[in-house]
């Protein structure tokens, strides 16, 4: 990949919290790439840093947070030539987080969306209103210019009658509606980036389904780039073109969809696409489990942070050095000893292990 | 003992919030929450019951526990002796003996424990309460149900907050079934966990669950968890039945278009099976104070027939298939599509988008 493929770029991003009872290192070392044009989705479980890798990115992370180390480099807001001076590659982490540069980036250049529909909307304004809000910041538009677009954003995210939708309360509507409302806020302003931090948990599965054909549909129709955060292995497949794999801040495994699915390297992954229950396996079997739990991020394991739960922990290595970054091709890697060139365990082959319950063949580094 | 008498046999349950009063405090209008429910699980089974947030699996849930009380129906549970009583026309004196039979495990592992009881008051509450043990027996059952659990008996004097969800989930289901239950009604006990717990408690259930001869009903939005851990499964849509059979018959040959919807959203682990022509329902569910004439489902069914379906009573249950029983018209002349049996997943879906707008 050319270094202008890459529409952010994520290096060594470190995240901490400075409590009374110690530091938190919710993220600590995390490297990853958003490709213009593709969807990236981070999965973890909760407290593996997913989240707040996100809001480091918008320079979202309230005291006692802090970034104390790495980069992030931004190079959006080129085709538009929205300000001039803009389109050169920026490190938002060197930005005032709240200074008038990354003030334009948010909402402009990078959106997001969250969760909770209903907790992210205001009850006090109609939805019209905050959307106008955000368009006008952004956009030397007049009131009634502003309206007519957010009107017309409701009606590409699929609202029925947007004219009358768009004078109603967030409480008015259903959570899919809500969303719904989110996403057109967030696309207002033709961001390059969209960020969607868990935008379906909280919706039931039939909403959960329209929802990603919409973020699919859109993300072709204006070839943005989405970094979408989720926990549900099922959401990674329908939605993902390259999958990053986060463990207790740090990031395990990358790889283009189909790798990490049906070439998963590190244990974790391999664990965890095991341990989910698909449809159509059968019934009432007993289903392969990690042992223990995610630890608390102020309490890591020194080391590998996944050591104490693998069952393919090498005693005395992986318990005190930290694994290396192996690649293991183009945009594919690994945090893992298991495959490091550089001596170590005996053959790099997760099958000699005994533990891969999942097909090798096929699917080599091609995207 | 007659094994065909289920443990637990539903009639007609329904129940109804009041959402408005008029001026001399009569209620005159309802919200309509379970509608005439029938439903029987039998003596060691796994009954699942699915269905969007609202569609009223929880009330229905609560009711056979009885923390809400059933406007109308009854619920015949099947004692010991082979006596059968109607939880939904005891008294709350009447009922106390049944409250150590009947449990419930609650969703939501961090607000269902009080954080200012330790696990010891927790877990031993229900025996306390009905006078079963004391003092230093009490500890020793808790002690050995935590063991059950999995967690360490050491932990009984410590509090909720030293432990993590998975945990916390542990010591809910060490509450419930302390003081030896037949029926345990676990409502959505997984959804708040992480991936990589999630197994290990649906593993715990299933061991459980042979080990001291439990039935459960479990309650959950997850298809794929319900499809791994449940023997029968029951789909709920608006207060109502719409279909119930075997696991596998339900999930490869659903009979109510709202399955085969359900099913078609659920989003597979596998990249190969990314959503083309998968059925997507309209968002909106009807208001449950002014329920739609005829069936709940005509003004989101694909397959609707403004003739027949919108129309009339809403269908009854009846026998679509062999142990197969679904609401629909028209099950017999559609051929919905289920989950493809085996490890590939779904089958290629058929193309519905005429039959949209």
Known sequence: ?367 | MNDDVPLLDIRGLTMRFPVKKNMFGRVTRYARAVENVDLAIARGETLGLVGESGCGKTTLGRCIVRTHRPVGGSIFYRNDDGSAADLAALTTKQLRPYQREVRLIFQDPFSSLNPRMTLLQIVGEPLHTQGIARGSELEDRVAEMLRRVGLRPEYMRRYPHAFSGGERQRVNIARALIPQPRLVVADEPVSALDVSVRAQILNLLLELQEELDLTYLFISHDLSVVESICHRVAVMYFGSIVETAATSDLYTQPQHPYTEALLSAVPQPDPRLRGSGRIRLPDDLPDPTDPPAGCSFHTRCPYARPDTCAVGDPPGLHAAAQDHEAACHFSSQLHLTGVASGPEGLAPQKDLAQQYE
Not at chain 1, 163 to 173: G, H, W
Not at chain 1, 298 to 303: A, E, I, M, V
Request: charged share 25%; with cysteine.
């Open chain 1, 1 to 367: 990949m050319t270094e202008s493929d890459a529409l952010l770029e994520v290096n060594g991003l470190k995240t901490h919290f400075f409590t009374p009872d110690g530091v938190v290192r919710a993220v600590d070392g995390v490297d990853l790439t958003v490709p213009r044009a593709r969807t990236v989705c981070i999965v973890g479980e909760s407290g593996c840093g997913k989240s707040i890798t996100s809001r480091s990115i918008l320079r979202l992370i309230d005291p006692p947070g802090r970034i104390v180390d790495g980069e992030i480099v931004w190079r959006g807001g080129q085709q538009s030539g929205r300000t001039p001076g803009d389109g050169a590659a920026v490190d938002l982490v060197s930005l005032d987080p709240d200074g008038e540069r990354i003030r334009r980036i948010r909402g402009n250049e990078i959106s997001m969306i969250f969760q909770e529909p209903m907790a992210s909307l205001s009850p006090m304004y109609t939805v019209g209103a905050q959307m106008i809000e955000t368009i006008r910041l952004h956009r030397s538009m007049s009131k009634d210019e502003a309206r007519e677009h957010a009107t017309a954003m409701l009606a590409r995210v699929g609202i029925p009658q947007p004219e009358r939708r768009i004078d109603a309360y967030s409480f008015q509507l259903s959570g899919g509606m809500s969303q719904r409302v989110m996403i057109a806020m967030a696309l207002a302003c033709q961001p390059d980036l969209l960020i969607a931090d868990e935008p379906t948990t909280a919706l039931d599965v039939t909403t959960q389904a329209r929802i990603l054909d919409l973020i699919r549909e859109l993300q072709a129709d204006t070839h943005m780039s989405v970094l979408f955060i989720t926990h549900d292995l099922g959401v990674v497949a329908e939605l993902a073109d390259d999958v990053v794999v986060m463990y207790l801040g740090t990031v395990v495994e990358t790889g283009s969809v189909d790798d990490v699915f049906h070439d998963p390297k590190h244990p974790y992954t391999r664990a965890l696409l095991r341990s989910i229950p698909t449809m159509g396996r059968g019934t009432r079997e007993r289903l392969p489990s990690i042992r223990g739990m995610v630890p608390h991020p102020s309490q890591r394991p020194p080391g590998c942070p996944y050591h104490p739960r693998c069952d393919e922990a090498i005693a005395g290595r992986c318990d005190q050095e930290d694994p290396p970054v192996v690649a293991l091709g183009p945009r594919r890697t690994a945090r893992c000893v298991l495959y490091d060139p550089s001596g170590g365990p005996p053959g790099p082959s997760p099958a000699s292990a005994g533990a891969s319950g999942t097909a090798e063949a096929g699917m080599e580094d091609t995207p």
